[in-house]
């Protein structure tokens, strides 16, 4: 195996030193937890949260007409297969990623010149990145076998599995197709990177490591793959649309990368923490999958018999419940919210070095979305 | 063997002009041929072993319960192999099985372009054409087709092939072994199944990118790259063609898990091989991915992911199309028909065609006329291999698509009502149909003698546009294909 996840070890917030216990000595309280570990439900928002301006506005006018553009982009004559590739684009999902891609958008080109609208080649990478995600969403409820997202039935429910994979290979060849139209060879090939981290991330869940601190290693660089490559290289396409200095293309990158596994972290917490009605999918899935996250790894450091399951992914009649107990008795959810609001605290380190605009202060205000969210 | 020698001397001349030119890219390809001239010998040994377990089938085995069959060559090995299949369970002996099903997955993969064909054309046999005396012919033009492009292609499949991500599938795959799962069918196909296991794709775009040449506008300095007349582009371009083709064969095997009977066998044996499934066909659309990004020219992007698109459509509609769907009623029309299979068969390879014009920087004048190529060769090609069962002894009695050319012709001539009384004539107790009795309906009618004028037709068009090439030894390639597409006697 290529031991990519070396450049973790570069990052001060590296696996090895998050896993030292010393740091839930001090975790800022400051910070709301999502959750103390108990197995309760529905947890509702506090009102601490109503000062904060919801970022999401900012870039509400830029996407008033995303899904109905996404629609454009999947045409096809054949009925069942554009209901099947507009089935997700309902217009219901969060749009977190064009969200966060038009806000960089403007951050960028008014850190560049000043100018704070979109460009429409940048406005097409948010459409994109709907659409990458939306493709391997429909191939990952195929290979998990899901029966539910966001509420509704997934894809492979209603119309089997080989439809499915199909829909999802369509709204992949025309994402590939917006990107070719805005004729960027730089952009063309950061987006198709995604594709292959978004293939190569699958590939790393399959198998899990014996030792401890690779298995962290290995964690934190399948959340990379699977879920902020896509958000870093949609981040850093749109900067480079903005503008030529490869300094804010880095800062962007930077910025996606961090918020993005701090996003997944956050994910797999909520796989304990939320409910099922809350989270549109069935709880404790990962578990169900075989997957280890985040709370689990750390769980592991008070009860060493999760290393057991967790090699066997949790295949054992029982191995799943108990795992949740252990996980519910440990401090493993808070350490991954911790993890994650590290995550996050670089993320708004690099944004910050871009020049004041509101937007800038969106992407700022973003994370503590990221860090409080409950679906 | 003499695929590693042949890359090895065309890495020599290749690195002996890079030098001469002192261009950093030519010496990167360079770099690229001297190590997969390496990685080829070894991958040559290993297949040449698989193939030696997974030769020619034997009539015996063929009709074991386990859906494997095995080579009648060594005694020891298939003895062993056989002992195997009898214990598919047994994990350690499973391996053997499944790394030889994997070995042939790669040898499908592999530049067997004027490569593998020395090792293995004396056992491949060419089924779309055997049983005439047009089989050694098709082998021929193939085999002077592949002289002609030079070394070997697929160069970044290799690349793909050799990956963590792939030795992850073999290793997973051997548990698919025993199972109906149809992944390990198409992976047995890239040995035994002609018709999917050669690369035509590939080879139809090295040969109109040589027969056309380098375009008049482009400077000197672009056509340094060029090896036997074929830019490097361009040979990653065919490449790409046939990973694409690769991954779509691989997902259309995707089982609907809730379709399943009884007799599929355990439900969790065939979602493990949809999930391998969909992981290797992703895993080679998104190698397909970063090589077409890799070409640095968004137009051939565009074309070729819009043909990934087409791919789709036209696999969409020949699903509605699956015989346990009963859709024999369905009254579609020749031209639609043209249409729909244009999409599952021929968008990819013209789409690629005229890519590899625009990679040679040819005018839209000369991108059209390869299209156009692509378009009629392949329909061309569909329409004989829809006509194999109707014309050719051999096929007899087997099963025919009720959604090839030949019944959907059949259908437009004696009329809607006239045909529905056929099938109605020929249908068994519950939803069976008798086959054979439809085969006479058909080849006592139009259909057949039809199919076979627009065989003729589109090869024409094919040919015609050839016209617009210099004469060249490519060109006579891409002509002997469709002459070979179109003899149907």
Known sequence: ?375 | MGLSSSSHSCAKQASRAANAASMPLLGGICSRLHHSARSLNLISRGTAAAARRWGPPSPQSAATKHPVRLSSGEANGAKRVRRQMNRPQDGRQATDMALASIMSVIQRTLPRLGVLSSSFSANRKFSLFSGSGSATQWSKVVSDAEKIVGYPTSFMSLRCLLSDELSNIAMQVRKLVGTKHPLLNTARAFVYDSRNNLQMRGLVVLLISKAAGPSKSSDDMFQHDMVSGIHASQRNLAEITELIHTAFLVHRGIVNIGELKTCDGPVKDMQFGNKMAILSGDFLLANACTGLADLKNSKVVELVSSSIGDLVQGIYYENSFLPEKNTFTDDIGIANWMEHIFLSHGSLLAKSCQAAMELAKHDSEVQSMAFQYGKHMSLSYKLNADLQPFINGKYKGSSFSLNSAPVVLHQDSVGREAWMQQIKEAQLKGNLIDLAKIEEAIKAGKGVASAIDLCRYHGDRALSTLQCFPPSEARTALENIVYAVTRLS
């Open chain 1, 1 to 375: 195996m290529v031991k990519r996840w070396l450049i973790w070890c570069n990052n001060p917030h590296s696996a090895v030193r998050v896993m030292r216990p010393f740091f839930s000595a001090f975790i800022s309280s400051s910070y709301r937890f999502l959750h103390t570990g108990t197995r309760a439900c529905c947890y509702s928002k506090t009102h601490s949260e109503a000062k904060y301006k919801d970022p999401f506005k900012l870039g509400s006018s830029d996407l008033k007409t995303l899904y109905d553009d996404i629609k454009k982009e999947l045409f096809n004559t054949t009925k069942e297969l554009k209901d099947m590739c507009e089935y997700y684009f309902d217009g219901k999902g969060k749009a977190f990623r064009p969200m966060l891609v038009v806000l960089m958008a403007r951050a960028c080109n008014t850190h560049y010149n000043n100018f704070r609208e979109v460009h429409p080649a940048q406005r097409s990478i948010a459409l994109v990145a709907e659409m990458i995600h939306t493709a391997s969403l429909v191939h990952d409820d195929v290979i998990d076998g899901a029966n539910a997202r966001r509420g509704k039935q997934t894809v492979n429910q209603i119309w089997g599995e080989r439809k499915a994979v199909l829909a999802g290979d369509f709204i992949l060849s025309a994402a590939s197709v917006a990107v070719a139209r805005i004729g960027n060879a730089a952009v063309i090939s950061i987006l198709s990177q995604v594709i292959e981290d978004l293939v190569r991330g699958e590939f790393l869940q399959l198998g899990s490591k014996e030792n401890e601190n690779e298995r962290f290693a290995h964690y934190l660089e399948k959340t990379f793959k699977k879920t902020a490559s896509l958000i870093a290289n949609s981040c850093k396409a749109v900067s480079i649309l903005a503008c030529p200095d490869p300094k804010v293309h880095e800062i962007a990158y930077q910025y996606g990368k961090n918020i993005g596994i701090a996003f997944q972290l956050i994910d797999d917490v909520l796989d304990f923490t939320s409910c099922a009605d809350q989270l549109g999918k069935p709880t404790a899935a990962d578990l169900r999958l075989g997957l280890a996250t985040g709370p689990v790894l750390f769980a592991c450091q008070k009860f060493p018999e999760l290393n057991a399951m967790i090699l066997r992914r949790f295949s054992l009649p029982g191995d799943v419940e108990q795992a949740w107990q252990y996980v519910s008795e440990s401090d493993g959810v808070r350490q991954t919210t911790f993890l994650a609001q590290r995550y996050c605290s670089e993320a708004i380190k690099e944004i910050s070095k871009l020049q004041p605009s509101p937007e800038r202060d969106a992407l700022i205000q973003l994370t503590e979305t990221v860090l409080t969210r409950d679906k």
